[in-house]
């Protein structure tokens, strides 16, 4: 009988071991109305703890403390500390606790007053826990977003939710606990927050899989920017960072080969958030090489920090993970251009009248020309989309990104003309020189589309706010989203939904276009757009600007190389050319204007290949010409004439007359196109002379000469150039007594 208990004694002992080790990770999610679900049709199944419990399956026990209304902040309007729902946290003795607080202390009536006790009380929230369970786990979250349709969003709120992430961030930095970033995985998803700040199902999802992956170190693999597949171009001749995401921990590492030898190897590891980069050296140009990616996993000491040994199954499952490879094949280290903008950028070599001589030009060039497609999925066309374009348009899919293709008669005949035409002169002019040309115009797309959402919320926001029915944009751009996303607009439609987006809203191509390319460093952007902005010439000098500082802002590495500090990312942008639209002169003039005055940008005019009759014109391979020849002179340093005549200065000259005196102005020929007008403004067609670098200009119609222009009028034939055959751009001012 003794034996018997004994061995019963043991059997117990063994089986209360084995649900020791086996009990449930307990996880209390602390938070706000986010946590607890508000706003959402069914909270009990769909509020972000909810869906986190049934990603962590068996094993988690996850409860949902969060409170509508709650502040961080102790002397706030609603203290989570005074909640019942902290309490019942407390009592939960959770193992991992994570916080998501802050939002509802963007209230004027709490941030300005008690703004210097957030970081104190924050601490003081999260020893509470500590001391109801030393080995606690915490976790503190950058606040979800609050987005611009939010009534207080310029009148403090987004100046506070700002500050607030920053107190955040110092809070887990200096509290050792685990930061997530909620803020980023759904800043460019403003159509989950039907008020602006609380997220629908969709987005409570996006929500529970953040934390998920922050919790477990399970980021989905190891993976790679679109950007990066076999045929790639890496900048040359500097030293660059290599990106990407795989699991939490993981030893990273790079490998540059060619014929079978190893010629570079990195290391780096991914953090908790899954990111990593990896510093390459500088090459200098040519290939092909072959990159090797590999994810191993650490020695479990690196994980001790966020896995306790505690929890052994987890440690066990993460140190077992298998080694993951990606291989990309016929890497050539050159330069990589971005070609950019709407309809006449994204036009086909197909649909040009020099399709002929374009894929002559293409079968010659073959691996020294890399071309990288993103064709938008769904074209802007007349036409109403169905539910799948719908859906995948919100998901940020729009694009197609097809890969990178060496140039041949196949690849070339659907890539953009102007691109084309661009990259084989350079190739032509450079030699050894790889050239990468990446390709994303969408058709008819404006140029607020291409802006990432932050520069708009802090430099320009009202442009956010219900773009579709303001008048930011122009009529027609209005018009043709409404008429593609209708379906989605319909309230009796199963896919109505108000916060539709579109390849023409403020920020989308950003977000769905320039995201996927990664941080790579371009040698330069060509950008043709400006015909849906044509209709408001002072929001689009405020744009173009902000599209500069937003691009030049995401492409900087972490560090700039000599050349960059020098060069900030160059734009060659493309002036309208002729069409019978009023506002086009006005908009030609003002893009010289932006050309001149901003820096490291450059322009191509194009008014002498337009078409009276289509917005599409066929002639795009000097398009592409005048672009090189604008690079090879202003980024490579030749000696090449790139410049039609660009005006000096205009003054009134003896006998009623006005001189036009030109840079770039060797061989002048000119027949029409000038105008000179009084000071009462009404101009008249001038009698032209040239003389060296002058026009001289009269009218028997006006005696007191006060203003010239030239080429102004929406289609002109206006024939000024020099004796490379490049035209002077469309101008308007106002003469000077004297020079």
């Known amino acids: 009988m003794k034996n018997k208990y004994i061995i019963f004694l043991l059997a117990f ?5 084995v649900w020791a080790a086996k009990k449930s990770i307990k996880v209390a999610c602390v938070g706000n109305s986010v946590t607890y679900g508000y706003g959402l049709p069914n909270r009990d199944t769909e509020s972000y703890p909810v869906q986190l419990q049934q990603m962590l399956g068996k094993g988690y026990e996850v409860q949902n403390f969060g409170h509508s209304g709650a502040t961080l902040l102790y002397k706030g309007h609603r203290p989570y500390i005074n909640l019942p729902e902290f309490h019942q946290a407390l009592d939960f003795k959770p193992d991992w606790v994570v916080i998501h607080l802050g939002l509802n202390d963007t209230d004027p009536r709490n941030w300005p007053d008690w703004k210097e006790e957030f970081i104190p009380n924050y601490r003081a929230l999260i020893d509470s826990f500590r001391v109801v369970n030393p080995e606690a786990r915490i976790l503190v979250c950058w606040m979800t977003p609050i987005f611009d349709r939010h009534s207080r969003f310029q009148s403090g709120t987004r100046d506070w939710h700002a500050q607030i992430q920053q107190a955040i961030f110092q809070v887990a930095w200096r509290a050792k606990a685990q930061l997530i970033d909620l803020y980023t995985p759904l800043h460019n ?15 409570a999802k996006i929500l529970a899989k953040t934390v998920y992956s922050a919790l477990t170190g399970d980021h989905g693999g190891l993976q790679l920017p679109p950007v990066y597949t076999n045929g790639m171009v890496l900048p040359r001749d500097e030293p660059i960072l290599v990106e990407g995401i795989s699991d939490a921990r993981r030893n990273i590492k790079v490998t540059l080969s060619r014929n079978g030898k190893v010629v570079h190897e990195s290391n780096n590891f991914s953090r908790a958030d899954g990111h990593w980069h990896i510093e390459m050296p500088e090459m200098k140009a040519g290939g092909p090489y072959t990159l090797t990616f590999t994810a191993t996993p650490l020695n479990p000491d690196h994980y001790l920090f966020y896995y306790p040994e505690k929890y052994p199954n987890l440690l066990e499952n993460l140190t077992k993970a298998k080694t993951q490879t990606l291989t990309i094949d016929s890497v050539y280290y050159g330069d990589l251009w971005l070609a950019s903008g709407q309809s006449n950028m994204e036009m086909r070599v197909d649909q040009c009248n020099t399709l002929e001589q374009d894929l002559a030009d293409a079968a ?26 719908l859906r995948y348009t919100n998901e940020l899919r729009h694009m197609d990104s097809q890969g990178w293709k060496t140039a041949s008669p196949e690849t070339v005949r659907n890539f953009s003309a102007v691109a084309f035409n661009f990259g084989r002169v350079l190739c032509d002019s450079l030699e050894d020189v790889p050239i990468g040309i990446i390709c994303n115009a969408v058709g008819g797309s404006t140029t607020e589309s291409w802006i990432d959402r932050s520069t708009l919320e802090w430099e320009f926001p ?24 209708a379906h989605a607009l319909d309230k009796e439609s199963p896919a109505y939904n108000p916060l539709q987006r579109h390849p023409y809203d403020p920020a989308y191509l950003f977000e769905a276009a ?29 744009l173009f600007t902000l599209l500069e500082q937003s691009w030049r802002k995401h492409f900087a590495q972490r560090w700039e190389s000599e050349f960059h500090k020098k060069h900030p990312l160059p734009f060659y942008t493309v002036q309208l050319s002729s069409l019978p639209r009023p506002s086009w002169p006005a908009f030609r003039d003002s893009q010289r204007s932006l050309a001149e005055k901003l820096p490291d940008t450059w322009m191509a005019v194009t008014t002498d290949l337009g078409d009276p009759n289509d917005v599409h014109y066929r002639t795009k391979r000097p398009v592409g010409e005048r672009l090189a020849l604008q690079a090879l002179h202003h980024t490579y340093g030749h000696s090449v004439e790139c410049e039609g005549p660009t005006l000096r200065y205009a003054v009134k000259g003896i006998n009623n007359s006005i001189c036009v005196r030109f840079n770039h102005a060797e061989g002048l020929t000119c027949t029409k196109g000038f105008e000179i007008a009084d000071s009462d403004g009404i ?16 009218s028997p119609n006006v005696k007191g000469p006060a203003f010239v222009r030239y080429g102004w009028s929406g289609f002109t034939d206006a024939d000024l150039r020099n004796a490379q055959g490049l035209p002077a751009s469309t101008f308007q001012v106002k003469t000077a007594k004297y020079r």
């Open 462 to 485: 009202n442009i956010l706010r219900d773009w579709r029915n303001g008048d930011f944009g122009q009529p027609w751009a209005r018009g043709r989203m409404s008429q593609n996303i």
């Open 13 to 17: 002992c063994s089986f209360t071991a």
């Open 189 to 203: 998803r403003p159509d989950l927050f039907p008020d602006a700040l609380h997220p629908n199902p969709e987005g």
């Open 514 to 542: 320039i995201l996927p390319l990664g941080h790579l460093p371009l040698r330069g952007v060509i950008w043709y757009q400006g015909e849906s902005n044509a209709h408001n010439i002072e929001v689009h000098e405020r």
């Open 683 to 698: 101009f008249y067609p001038a009698d032209i002379k040239i003389e060296g670098d002058k026009v001289l200009l009269t």
């Open 364 to 389: 010659r060039l073959g691996e020294r020309l890399h071309l990288f497609n993103m064709p938008a999925r769904a074209r802007t066309d007349a036409v109403e989309w169905d539910d799948s374009v």
